[in-house]
């Protein structure tokens, strides 16, 4: 499970190559703290067939 905090992002994308030149704008930069709050969490193992 995972949860993000901020906008949601659409890039880098699987096509990316892997060997970019550049840094993503604002990489390293926090956001601010994100509380979550669970009631309830069921998680299960991978459905084989």
Same mark, same amino acid.
């Given at each position: 499970?995972? /949860?993000? @905090?901020?906008?949601?992002?659409? $890039?880098? @994308?699987? =096509? @990316?190559?892997? =060997?970019?030149? #550049? =840094?993503?704008?604002?990489?390293? +930069?926090? +956001?601010?703290?994100? &509380? $979550? #709050?669970? *009631?309830? /969490? *069921?998680?299960?193992?991978? &459905?084989?067939?």
């Amino acid at each position: 499970m995972m /949860l993000r @905090t901020g906008p949601a992002r659409h $890039f880098p @994308t699987p =096509d @990316t190559p892997a =060997d970019q030149a #550049y =840094d993503l704008p604002r990489a390293g +930069e926090s +956001e601010k703290l994100a &509380v $979550f #709050y669970l *009631k309830s /969490l *069921k998680t299960s193992g991978p &459905v084989t067939p």
